[in-house]
């Protein structure tokens, strides 16, 4: 089984286009600022993995002072439906491309380079798709990228995604001996199911369970979970391994200070952090467009706010925005709420938090 990476051209960016006001700085969208990657990669017909070769992009001149941000997709639906789950996440990354593309430009963003998908082909209950190799492989690429650019930005695909994004900051230089590394998961499940193979509900368990056998150290907590969408053998997992929650309930708008503490208190006790956002934590109104609504959900506002607790932290590393299915959206409200996080993400990511030598 394999799975395909595929990469836009130097010269054009498949799925960046929009309105056009104008070419100097203060009139830019991101569609005009994006710059795609150069090279491509497949995985080997024997099933390895290879990551695509090093790219070169570019930027503005003088935007945002050196800074860089890279996006690569993850077109997947294996995991939801190995997790029984409404397929159409695997249409997620080319939907938030187009929501972004008219979405202005801030120049303090810097550069804004695009890497094209990872593609993981859909299999059934007799035949199951390439996901193994697809998260290989997307791990590698990001990895690379983390090590090249301030912050890496994974569109989704189903949120088997972030077992892909976890391998990969754990393989970059980000991460070395001893670093408290941390993933804020906003979302309405813990995703720490027990199975005999990947899915959309594992990725955190498998994260868990690969940081105990490595150098350095893994925290994880979840901002969103519902009470009546986790069984009690899920909550007592994500107590075995240490996890902290706050519930849907509690994280309201009414609570939204506490919340931004709470988020901040668990930021501050980590070195390097991955955001993970989880489309099915908002309101169905907000967010009709995901494998399982909320019934109740986080308002936009309190996620919007944890969002920007981690972009200014100075610690986020890499962020990955999942479970979008433009087959089941309204209006493209989904779509564009996460373009809207996406947006405050990058253009609020602060860089102090360096490198590791």
């Given amino acids: 089984m394999t799975s395909e990476f595929s990469a836009p051209s130097p010269s054009s960016a498949p799925g960046w286009s929009g309105r056009t006001d104008g070419e100097t700085a203060e009139h830019l969208r991101w569609h005009q600022v994006v710059r795609a990657a150069s090279s491509a990669a497949s995985l080997p017909d024997d099933g390895s993995s290879a990551a695509a070769s090093d790219v070169a992009s570019s930027s503005p001149s003088g935007a945002g002072g050196g800074r860089s941000t890279a996006l690569v997709g993850f077109s997947s639906d294996e995991g939801v439906r190995r997790n029984s789950g409404r397929i159409g996440a695997s249409e997620g990354p080319h939907a938030l491309r187009a929501a972004l593309s008219p979405l202005s430009y801030r120049p303090e963003t810097g550069a804004l380079s695009d890497h094209g998908d990872v593609v993981v082909r859909l299999g059934d209950e007799e035949h199951p798709g390439d996901l193994e190799d697809g998260q290989r492989a997307l791990g590698e690429r990001i990895s690379g990228l983390l090590d090249e650019h301030d912050l890496t930005v994974v569109l989704g695909g189903g949120h088997e995604t972030a077992y892909a994004s976890y391998q990969g900051l754990a393989g970059s230089k980000r991460v070395g001996a001893g670093t408290r590394v941390g993933i804020l998961n906003l979302d309405a499940h813990f995703d720490l199911r027990e199975e005999s193979h990947a899915t959309s509900g594992t990725p955190f368990l498998q994260a868990l369970r690969d940081a105990e056998g490595s150098d350095h150290r893994l925290s994880y907590a979840v901002v969103g979970i519902s009470e009546a969408n986790n069984t009690r053998a899920l909550f007592d997992t994500a107590s075995e ?24 208190s668990f930021i501050d006790a980590v070195d390097v952090l991955y955001l993970t956002i989880d489309l099915d934590v908002l309101p169905a109104a907000v967010a009709p467009g995901v494998s399982a609504p909320a019934g109740f959900g986080v308002p936009y506002e309190v996620i919007h706010a944890c969002a920007l607790e981690a972009a200014r932290s100075g610690k986020l590393a890499l962020a990955d925005v999942v479970e979008l299915n433009p087959s089941l959206d309204v209006d493209g409200r989904t779509a564009k709420a996460a373009a809207r996080l996406i947006h405050t993400i990058v253009s609020r990511h602060r860089t102090d938090g360096g490198l590791l030598a």
């Fill in 241 to 264: 391994h240490g996890v902290a929650w706050v519930t849907d309930e509690q994280a309201q708008t009414a609570d939204i200070t506490g919340v931004r503490r709470w988020v901040r």
